[in-house]
C-alpha cells in the first residue's frame, strides 16, 4: 500500500460503512508494513451512538483475528491489550468533540477563557438573551435603553406592515427569525445589511425619473399599449404601487410595450434595459429591507449572547468550527495544539462524510494535510443519498471535492470505491428501493408533480450509482404501498382517522403475529406526527417507545414529584398540593384511599386557609411521616438530596418498579441542573416548566430488553435498521420558501421572498430555485432513508389529502390502490423472550449519612496469621512474575532483583530460592532459547472477559500453563481454572500439544490438570 493516500467508499444504505471504517482501523494497526499505533489514527464520526458502534467493532474484530489462526493472531493480541490499557489512545470520537478539544486545548490563543465549558446551544439561552433585551424596553428611556427600544420599535413596526394578522406572540415570531440568522453566523458566516429604506426610496426616484423621460423621449414616436401607459402614470403617481404590480413594466423588450403598428427600429434598446436593472435592484433593495429590522435588533442580540458566553465561560458547541477558522484565518496563524496533532496522527477516518459542514472541514483540513504530506493517510465514507442535514452546514459537494484538494497526494493514489452489495435489506425491497429511486423514475416524477416546469434544470444525478444488489441468502422480503382513501380525498381529520383504524389493523391483525413489537419501527417526518401516533397506539394498548413515551416530562408519577417540589417550593400552592396527595404515589405509600383525598378535597373546597394547613390538622399522622421532614429540609438541603429523601420517604422504587427508570432520569435531570448552576428547587422547576422541547436530561434510555414498537422521525433514524418499517405519512415537504441568503464571501445577505419580487428580479429567481432544489433533494434524500431502514418487511402509505399544498407525495407512481411485492417472511409468531428483570435499585443515601466510619471488608477481620498467608502468597506471584528465564547462576540473577522489590516481598525469596532448588519445579524456568515465556498473561475469551494466566510457555509443539497457588486449600475451583485456560489456549494454539499444572508454592508439590480437550 502506497503512502500518502486517500481513500473514499461512496456507500449506499446497508452497504456496511461502519464495518469499512472499522476494517481499515484494524488494518492500520495489523498491516506490518504500516504499523501504526493507535495514538496515530483518528476516526471521526457524527453520533455518539455511531462512536461506541464503532469502538465495538474494532475491539470485536481484533479480538477474533486474535483467537483465530491468523499468523497475525499474536500482533492482534498485542493491539488488544495496548487498546484496553491505553484506552485513552483509542480515538474514535464525534467531530464535535474533537474540535472541542481543540478549541479548549488553544482557548487562550482563541481568545476565551481556559475554563471554558463547551455546549451545544439550546432555545433556553436564546429567550434568556431575548428576555435581557426586552428588559431594556421602555418609554422615554435613554441611552442603551433608548437604541434598543427604538430598534425593537422598528421591528414591531415592520412585522405589522409585513404581516397585519401576525398574531399577539410576536416573540416567537422574532426567536423563530433570530434563531435562523443565528444558525447561519454559527457556519462561519457574518450577517450583512446591505440596504436601507432609504435606499429604496433613492433606487424608486430614479426609476420614476427613467420612466418620465422614457415616455417624454418615446412618447410621439412609438405607440404604447395602454396597459404600459396607464401601469407607467401608476407608478409616477402613487406612492404605493411598486413596478413589478404590473406585467407591462417587467417587459425585457420595447416591442412588447408598444402597439403592432409601432415602429420600433432605431429606438435604443439599452435605455428600457436600464430601467430593468433598476426595476430589479429596487426588488432586491426591497425584498432585503423586508428584513432590515431583524439586522439591526440581531446585531444587539449578538452582543447580548457574546457577554452572556463571557460570563458564564461558555461556547457553543455550533460555533467550534467558526472559532477555528476564524482564527486560522487571521494573519495565517495556526494554535499550538495543531503542531502537536500533526506530529501525532498520521491517519484519519472520517464517517457519513456527507453530513460534513465547509467550516468543518477547514477546521480538519490543515491536520489531514500535514498528515498526508509525512506519508499518512485519508479514509473517508459516506453516501450523497443520505444527506439529510444541510439545515446544520452538511454539504454533500465535499464528497467529490475533498479528495482532490491535497497537495501532497498524487492522482495515482486517490483510490474510490462503490460497493454494490446491501447487506442489511432483502432482495424484494432492494428491488423495490432501486426501481424507485432510478434516475428513469425520478425523472418521470418531476414530469407528473409538476416540478419539472416549475425547475427546468432539476436534477437527480445523485441517484446515478444507487442501484444495489442483495447478500446472497437475503432472499425474499415484503413491500406494501397503501393508498388510504384512494379516489376519495379527504380533509386531514378524517383521513388521520382512516389512517389510524388501517395502521392498528396492520399492527394487531398481521404483524406481530410475526414479529415482537421491538422489530416493528414506525418513521415519520416531524415530532407532531410522532405524537400522534405515540396517542393513537397507545390509546388501543399497543405498546410504544418514543421521544414523547419516553420523556420523563411525560409520565404520571414523575408528574406528581413534580407537583410535590412546587408545593414545597411554594407551600399556598393549592392545586401543586392538592395533585400530590391524590396521585399514585402518595397514596400508595400512605395507605389512605383516593375516595379519602377526594372527599377531603371537596369538603375544604372554599376553605381559606392553605390546603397543607388543613391536611395538617385532618391528617397530623401522615403530615407528620410522610410530609413534615421535607417541608422542614427545603432551604436547607440542595435539591438532588431532597428528591432523594422524597424517593425513599415514598418508597417509589418498590412501589413503582416498572417506572425506576423514570425516577433515576429525574434524578439525573437535577444533577445537571445543579451542575449548570441551577443550584435552588426554584431554579430547577424554572428549567423544568420553560417549555424546551430539547432537553436530553429529560429523555430516558431505551433498555434493549424493551418489547415495544419504536416511533421516531427519520432523522434520529439515519444509521439504524429495523426488520419491520412501516411509513404512514408517506409525503415530500413542499413548503413555501420565504426566505433566501446570498453570499458574499465570508457574509450572507438575507432577502425576504415575494413572488413578484423574483418576477422583477432574475437574481431572486435564482437563489429561491437553488433553495427550492436543495429542499426537495434533500426531502428525496430524506424518504430514501426511510425506506431504506427496512430489513424484511416495508409498508407505505400513501395519504390522499384534499388539499396537498405544501406536500408532494413520493416518487411513487401507481395507478394501483395496493402495491405489493413479496410475501410476509413468516407465518409462524415470535417466540416469546424470557422478560429480562432489572437489578433491584441499591438504596439512595444522601451525603449526611455517609459521615460515618467506613465500613471494613470481611476479609479485613480474618485471623492475622490468615491475613499474612494472603499477602504473602500476593508477594509470591508478584515475584514469581519477574522471572523470564532462569541460567546456571540462578541465585545470583534472583540476588539482582532484590533492590526492585518491596519490604514484603523479600520475606518470600527464600521459599522462592528452595522452589527453585527442587529439580521438579525448574523445567518451568530453566528454559531453552526457542521457548517464549508469558508471566501474568491475559487471555481474552469470546464474550469479552479477561483471564490472568501465571506463567504460560510457548514452543514449536506445546503450550504449557503453570498456576501457583499460597496458603489456599486445595479445591476443585483450581482445577476448573487451568481447565478454563486450557480450553481457551486450545482454541488459540489448535496445533500443539496444551498442558497445564498447579503448583502449590508452600506445599512444594505440583499437580497435572487432566481434561478431556
Known amino acids: 500500500m502506497d503512502f500518502p493516500r486517500i481513500l473514499t467508499v461512496a456507500a449506499s444504505a446497508g452497504s456496511g460503512k461502519t464495518y469499512a471504517l472499522s476494517e481499515r482501523y484494524t488494518t492500520l494497526l495489523l498491516e506490518p508494513t504500516i504499523g501504526a499505533l493507535p495514538r496515530n489514527i483518528l476516526a471521526i464520526t457524527f453520533t455518539k451512538a455511531a462512536t461506541e458502534e464503532m469502538k465495538g467493532r474494532i475491539i470485536s474484530s481484533l479480538k477474533e483475528t486474535a483467537l483465530s489462526n491468523s499468523p497475525i493472531r499474536r500482533s492482534a493480541n498485542e493491539k488488544v491489550e495496548e487498546l484496553l490499557i491505553k484506552y485513552s489512545d483509542f480515538k474514535v470520537q464525534t467531530i464535535d468533540s474533537f474540535l472541542a478539544a481543540i478549541v479548549k486545548s488553544s482557548a487562550l490563543e482563541l481568545g476565551l477563557s481556559p475554563q471554558l465549558e463547551v455546549i451545544p446551544e439550546s432555545i433556553s439561552h436564546l429567550n434568556l438573551v431575548l428576555d435581557e433585551l426586552f428588559s431594556h424596553i421602555r418609554p422615554g428611556s435613554q441611552g442603551k435603553d433608548k437604541e434598543?427600544?427604538?430598534?425593537?420599535?422598528?421591528?414591531?413596526?415592520?412585522?405589522?406592515?409585513t404581516d397585519p394578522e401576525i398574531g399577539w406572540d410576536i416573540r416567537q415570531v422574532i426567536l423563530k427569525n433570530i434563531s435562523e440568522l443565528k444558525q447561519r453566523t454559527s457556519r462561519g458566516q457574518r450577517l450583512k445589511e446591505m440596504f436601507s429604506y432609504e435606499d429604496a426610496a433613492r433606487k424608486r426616484k430614479e426609476i420614476k425619473k427613467s420612466i418620465k423621460a422614457f415616455l417624454n423621449d418615446y412618447g410621439d414616436v412609438l405607440i404604447f399599449k395602454e396597459h404600459f401607459t396607464r401601469a407607467a402614470h401608476r407608478l409616477l403617481k402613487e406612492k404605493e404601487f411598486q413596478p413589478w404590480e404590473s406585467k407591462m413594466l417587467l417587459k425585457e423588450s420595447i416591442t412588447e410595450l408598444c402597439k403592432k403598428n409601432s415602429l420600433t427600429s432605431g429606438i435604443p434598446q439599452e435605455e428600457w434595459e436600464g430601467i430593468q436593472r433598476n426595476i430589479s435592484s429596487l426588488a432586491e433593495i426591497t425584498a432585503h429591507c423586508h428584513f432590515a429590522p431583524f439586522v439591526s435588533f440581531f446585531t444587539l442580540f449578538e452582543e447580548t449572547m457574546r457577554a452572556l458566553k463571557?460570563?458564564?465561560?461558555?461556547?457553543?458547541?455550533?460555533?467550534?468550527?467558526?472559532?477555528?477558522?476564524?482564527?486560522?484565518?487571521?494573519?495565517?496563524?495556526?494554535?499550538?495544539?495543531?503542531?502537536?496533532?500533526?506530529?501525532?496522527?498520521?491517519?484519519?477516518?472520517?464517517?457519513?462524510?456527507?453530513?460534513?459542514s465547509r467550516l468543518q472541514w477547514e477546521s480538519l483540513f490543515p491536520l489531514i494535510e500535514e498528515a498526508l504530506s509525512r506519508g499518512g493517510s485519508l479514509f473517508y465514507v459516506g453516501d450523497k443519498k443520505q444527506s439529510i442535514y444541510g439545515f446544520r452546514g452538511g454539504e454533500s459537494a465535499l464528497f467529490n471535492e475533498a479528495k482532490g484538494a491535497f497537495p501532497s497526494v498524487e492522482k495515482e493514489n486517490i483510490e474510490e470505491r462503490f460497493p454494490e452489495i446491501n447487506y442489511r435489506s432483502r432482495k424484494n425491497i432492494i428491488s423495490f428501493i432501486n426501481k424507485t429511486f432510478s434516475i428513469e423514475n425520478l425523472t418521470l416524477w418531476t414530469e407528473h408533480s409538476g416540478i419539472s416546469e416549475q425547475l427546468p434544470e432539476f436534477s437527480v444525478v445523485t441517484y446515478a450509482h444507487s442501484r444495489q444488489k442483495a447478500f446472497r441468502g437475503k432472499e425474499g422480503g415484503l413491500v406494501r404501498v397503501e393508498k388510504i382513501s384512494p379516489g376519495e380525498p379527504l380533509g386531514r381529520e378524517e383521513l388521520d382517522t382512516k389512517l389510524g383504524e388501517r395502521l392498528i389493523e396492520l399492527i394487531r391483525d398481521d404483524i406481530t403475529h410475526r414479529f415482537s413489537p421491538r422489530d416493528i419501527a414506525i418513521l415519520v417526518r416531524k415530532n407532531t406526527e410522532v405524537s400522534w401516533i405515540t396517542r393513537t397506539l397507545s390509546s388501543v394498548g399497543i405498546p410504544i417507545a418514543s421521544e414523547k413515551t419516553l420523556n420523563i416530562s411525560s409520565n404520571c408519577l414523575v408528574q406528581e414529584i413534580i407537583s410535590l417540589l412546587t408545593f414545597l417550593n411554594s407551600p399556598p400552592d393549592n392545586l401543586s398540593f392538592a395533585c400530590f396527595i391524590s396521585g399514585d404515589v402518595f397514596l400508595k405509600a400512605t395507605a389512605l384511599t383516593r375516595e379519602d383525598i377526594f372527599s377531603f378535597l371537596l369538603h375544604n373546597r372554599k376553605s381559606r386557609s392553605p390546603l397543607y394547613v388543613t391536611f395538617r390538622d385532618t391528617f397530623p399522622e401522615v403530615w407528620e411521616k410522610f410530609l413534615a421532614e421535607c417541608f422542614q429540609a427545603v432551604?436547607?438541603?440542595?435539591?438532588?438530596?431532597?428528591?432523594?429523601?422524597i424517593f425513599r420517604g415514598y418508597d417509589v422504587f418498590q412501589n413503582f418498579p416498572d417506572d425506576e427508570g423514570f425516577f433515576y432520569q429525574l434524578l439525573e435531570a437535577i444533577k445537571i441542573s445543579e451542575g449548570e448552576g441551577n443550584c435552588t428547587l426554584e431554579a430547577f422547576l424554572n428549567l423544568w416548566h420553560s417549555g424546551e422541547e430539547k432537553k436530553e436530561g429529560f429523555q430516558v434510555i431505551l433498555p434493549e430488553y424493551t418489547d415495544a414498537i419504536k416511533v421516531m422521525t427519520i432523522h434520529k433514524a439515519k444509521g439504524l435498521g429495523f426488520p419491520v418499517v412501516i411509513i404512514p405519512f408517506a409525503y415530500l415537504d413542499n413548503k413555501s420558501i420565504q426566505e433566501v441568503y446570498g453570499e458574499e464571501r465570508d457574509s450572507f445577505i438575507p432577502y425576504r421572498l415575494?413572488?413578484?419580487?423574483?418576477?422583477?428580479?432574475?437574481?431572486?429567481?435564482?437563489?429561491?430555485?437553488?433553495?427550492?432544489?436543495?429542499?426537495?433533494?434533500?426531502?428525496?434524500?430524506?424518504?430514501?432513508?426511510?425506506v431504506s431502514r427496512a430489513e424484511s418487511e416495508l409498508y407505505i402509505f400513501l395519504p390522499e389529502y384534499r388539499s396537498m399544498a405544501g406536500k408532494l407525495l413520493p416518487p411513487i407512481i401507481t395507478t394501483e390502490s395496493v402495491l405489493e411485492s413479496g410475501c410476509p417472511l413468516s407465518?409462524?409468531?415470535?417466540?416469546?423472550?424470557?422478560?429480562?428483570?432489572?437489578?433491584?435499585?441499591?438504596?439512595i443515601s444522601e451525603w449526611q449519612e455517609k459521615l460515618h466510619r467506613t465500613h471494613i471488608k470481611e476479609h479485613e477481620l480474618t485471623p492475622f496469621r490468615g491475613k499474612g498467608a494472603r499477602e504473602r502468597g500476593i508477594f509470591t506471584h508478584k515475584f514469581l512474575a519477574r522471572i523470564i528465564k532462569l541460567s546456571k547462576n540462578w541465585e545470583e540473577e534472583i540476588e539482582e532483583l532484590l533492590p526492585q522489590l518491596a519490604e514484603g516481598e523479600k520475606e518470600i525469596v527464600p521459599l522462592t530460592k528452595r522452589l527453585l532448588g527442587k529439580k521438579e519445579f525448574k523445567r518451568w524456568f530453566f528454559l531453552p532459547d526457542d521457548v517464549q515465556v508469558f508471566c501474568e498473561k491475559e487471555i481474552v475469551d469470546t464474550y469479552g472477559a479477561a483471564h490472568r494466566v501465571d506463567r504460560l510457555l510457548v514452543s514449536v509443539r506445546s503450550a504449557v500453563v503453570i498456576e501457583f497457588k499460597y496458603g489456599e486449600p486445595r479445591s476443585d475451583e483450581h482445577k476448573e481454572q487451568v481447565i478454563t485456560y486450557l480450553k481457551l489456549l486450545d482454541e488459540v494454539f489448535p496445533d500443539k500439544n496444551i498442558e497445564g499444572w498447579l503448583v502449590y508454592v508452600d506445599e512444594m508439590k505440583q499437580e497435572k490438570i487432566l481434561w478431556a480437550g
Open 148 to 161: 434598543i427600544t427604538g430598534r425593537f420599535l422598528s421591528l414591531l413596526n415592520e412585522l405589522l406592515q
Open 635 to 645: 432551604g436547607f438541603l440542595p435539591p438532588y438530596d431532597l428528591l432523594c429523601r
Open 310 to 356: 463571557n460570563r458564564q465561560r461558555i461556547v457553543f458547541v455550533e460555533e467550534l468550527s467558526a472559532q477555528l477558522k476564524a482564527f486560522l484565518t487571521a494573519g495565517g496563524a495556526v494554535p499550538e495544539i495543531y503542531f502537536h496533532l500533526g506530529d501525532r496522527i498520521s491517519h484519519f477516518l472520517i464517517d457519513e462524510f456527507q453530513d460534513t
Open 754 to 786: 415575494r413572488r413578484n419580487y423574483m418576477s422583477a428580479s432574475p437574481m431572486l429567481k435564482k437563489l429561491y430555485r437553488e433553495e427550492l432544489t436543495m429542499q426537495l433533494l434533500n426531502e428525496i434524500n430524506a424518504f430514501y432513508v426511510a
Open 827 to 843: 407465518l409462524t409468531a415470535p417466540t416469546p423472550k424470557k422478560k429480562k428483570v432489572p437489578p433491584s435499585p441499591a438504596h
